[in-house]
């Protein structure tokens, strides 16, 4: 607006001197422009993070301090020195302070032994006893040697009503869902080829346009059938293109088998079953296997092929399975922490369930059909409405980490810290504030904080009866402003330092070395006005920027 006021002057000056106009272009360009000083909040949104090349989140607080400051420039163009910006945008849940405490513990799976020692059978809790209640007992009982603070995520099966006599599972493995706890172990063969998990199965394969040759296993963790008589196995199955050879695809059975130790085929025994019976999606029969009663065994899934043939070998579920107590189970979990000599239930955090996830819906699409979310069953459109249900009381500004299982490649643990802000749960929003700064946008701890009136009975309070400040108080007290005019009663600058000091303190006790304020309070001047006082803690003091 000055370089305008300016123009017309000059303006009427052209038109009564002699003066060429290139003259008066320099004049105005010689005029020096202040810059605009703006105090900005922005939320990312999908469009932003396509062009930063961010797939939806930023990976760290780093990562968007780097490529945030360009993207501003270019947002506020016009913009400049003292102007200042809070960035909301979306973090990837491993940056999210707390959650990686879940995500990244480790994880313990009750056995057949713990549920009988809790009174229950030897496949999950009764519906009417409180697992919380039983299982610090069963860690200590198997933990060894905790470290205070660790957290473990304890996975178990609850029975939705009291069970049945009859055939019942021992062990189950859902795919993908139990994939992460699986070796694979490559013999020969494109790398790219062999096992491969999908969103509803594992599949064998070695066919990519043309047949290869190789040879791949995948094998089960350790199953415990210690005390099982009369044991059965049951698979859920496809096996498509079976050439000739009975042995490319083959369950095989091992009881000497160790993790990581490589494959030894002198360890393994293959289960006979009618391989030309599962060509679509089958569940077998009950098939014997009790010549492994009583044992520790493992299973693997031993799959080849050669330049000439490659089947397709598609795996769902399997099953050992006896004849005991049976019924609908949930498959839940919960976390514990070890502290002070004691395993204690983690407080402020939910892991979903199996009946959680069909809760949200059990087709296609929708997170019950696999019991996971997944790039394209995103958490966001389901969890705040599934804790709107869950917890119908909630108060404003309660908080809780939610914990889930997410299928990408495989499935893994994800997480987000939700707070229920104005009568709903909202996921974490990080926000990072940048001001500008000789001619770059950098990342700034600057605080606005506009004073209120308990600040100002704050400060009487504090600065009464301190020498040099009485007169300044009184008028204080009476008005609940801070006079400036220079007379005796009004605070100059080294006194509303002193009185910002008592604020912030107060505010902020335990406020970090270099954490910036711009403190906005009501002053008289004379007249009402509004002033700044930009403050920085250094050496444990509030001194001015």
């Excluded at 893994?412 to 707070?419: K, M």
């Excluded at 009464?464 to 009663?489: E, H, I, P, Q, Y």
């Amino acid at each position: 607006m000055k370089k305008i006021v300016y123009l017309f002057a000059l303006v009427a000056i052209a038109f009564t001197s002699c003066n060429p106009l290139e003259d008066i272009n320099e004049e105005i360009d010689a005029i020096p422009a202040a810059p605009n000083v703006g105090t900005f909040e922005y939320t990312l949104v999908t469009e932003d993070y396509d062009a930063l090349m961010v797939d939806g989140a930023f990976q760290s607080v780093d990562e968007a301090k780097a490529l945030l400051p360009d993207f501003l420039a270019d947002l506020y163009p016009l913009y400049g020195q003292g102007s200042s910006v809070l960035v909301n945008y979306n973090l990837f849940f491993s940056g999210i302070d707390g959650v990686s405490d879940f995500t990244d513990s480790d994880t313990y799976q009750l056995t057949n032994a713990d549920y009988a020692s809790t009174g229950s059978d030897a496949f999950g809790f009764y519906p009417n006893i409180d697992a919380t209640d039983e299982i610090p007992a069963v860690l200590d009982a198997q933990i060894m040697s905790p470290v205070d603070g660790q957290f473990l995520l304890v996975e178990y099966d609850q029975y939705f009503e009291t069970p049945t006599v009859g055939i019942a599972d021992l062990y189950r493995a859902e795919f993908p869902g139990d994939f992460g706890n699986f070796e694979v172990v490559s013999i020969s063969g494109p790398a790219d080829l062999g096992w491969n998990a999908t969103d509803s199965n594992v599949t064998g394969s070695a066919f990519n346009g043309s047949s290869n040759a190789m040879e791949e296993w995948m094998v089960s963790p350790l199953i415990d059938l210690t005390g099982q008589t009369g044991v059965l196995f049951e698979i859920t199955q496809e096996i498509d293109f079976f050439g000739a050879d009975p042995t490319s695809i083959d369950i095989m059975v091992s009881t000497t088998y160790t993790p990581g130790g490589g494959i030894d085929a002198m360890d393994w025994t293959a289960l006979s079953f009618d391989k030309n019976a599962y060509s679509s999606l089958t569940t077998s029969p009950d098939l014997d296997f009790s010549a492994y009663d009583g044992e520790e065994v493992y299973v693997a899934f031993r799959y080849t092929a050669t330049d000439s043939n490659s089947a397709r070998w598609r795996v769902q579920s399997f099953a050992t399975k006896a004849i005991g107590v049976s019924g609908d189970t949930n498959g839940k979990g919960e976390y514990f922490v070890f502290d002070g000599g004691s395993w204690e239930e983690a407080e402020g955090v939910y892991y979903l369930s199996d009946a959680d996830y069909d809760s949200m819906g059990e087709e296609s699409g929708q997170p019950g059909r696999f019991n996971n979310f997944s790039d394209s069953v995103l958490p966001e459109n389901y969890v705040p409405q599934f804790l709107g249900l869950t917890y119908p009381f909630a108060q404003e500004g309660d908080q809780l980490f939610v914990i889930y299982k997410y299928f990408s490649g495989g499935v893994s643990r994800r997480g987000d810290f939700y707070t229920f802000t104005n009568g709903e749960w909202l996921p974490f929003q990080a926000s990072l504030q940048f001001g500008f700064n000789d001619g770059v946008w950098v990342p700034d701890n600057t605080i606005r904080y506009e004073l209120v009136t308990s600040d100002y009975e704050l400060v009487v309070s504090e600065l009464t009866g301190v020498m040099g400040f009485g007169d300044a108080v009184d008028n204080l007290d009476s008005f609940g402003n801070f006079k400036r005019t220079g007379s005796s009663d009004s605070w100059t600058d080294e006194m509303m330092l002193t009185a910002v000091g008592v604020i912030l303190d107060n505010l902020n006790p335990s406020a970090e070395e270099g954490q910036k304020y711009v403190v906005i309070a009501e002053t008289w001047a004379p007249g009402n006005a509004i002033e700044e006082f930009a403050v920085i803690k250094t050496g444990g003091e509030w001194v001015y920027q």
